[in-house]
């Protein structure tokens, strides 16, 4: 059975960086793209960084230039380095993962998700 764990949230002052890791269980390799995404209280939940098979990324504007995703296919794992939070950065981080390489299919997938509060 395919998994995804994620880890890393916590509470960081305004300007502040953390590092998100979601990691992908019961499979050899995972080849399919994978995307951060984001849900704040009362609100939809949104892609925040994708990133497809052949480490193609893609970013929302409200973190372009911020947040950097990468992954690393031997650990079956992306990660989340968030630069320069904001207080509008909170929100409960989610790893999906897509059906195929590319994140332009649908996520079927999701984790738990990993709490990040930016508060001073």
Do not use: H
Not at 10 to 19: A, F
Not at 47 to 60: F, G
């Amino acid at each position: 059975q395919v998994q995804i764990g994620e880890s890393g949230g916590g509470l960081v002052q305004p300007g502040g960086s953390l590092t998100l890791t979601c990691t992908v269980s019961g499979v050899v390799i995972d080849p399919n793209a994978m995307g951060w995404f984001r849900q704040a209280p009362g609100q939809q939940r949104d892609l925040v960084a994708a990133i497809d098979r052949d480490e193609k990324d893609e970013y929302s504007e409200a973190v372009k230039g911020r947040f950097t995703v990468w992954r690393d296919n031997l650990r079956k794992s992306i990660y989340l380095q968030m630069r320069d939070l904001k207080p509008e950065d909170t929100a409960r981080y989610y790893c999906g993962r897509y059906t195929a390489w590319t994140w332009k299919s649908e996520i079927n997938l999701w984790g738990q998700g990993t709490q990040v509060t930016v508060s001073s």
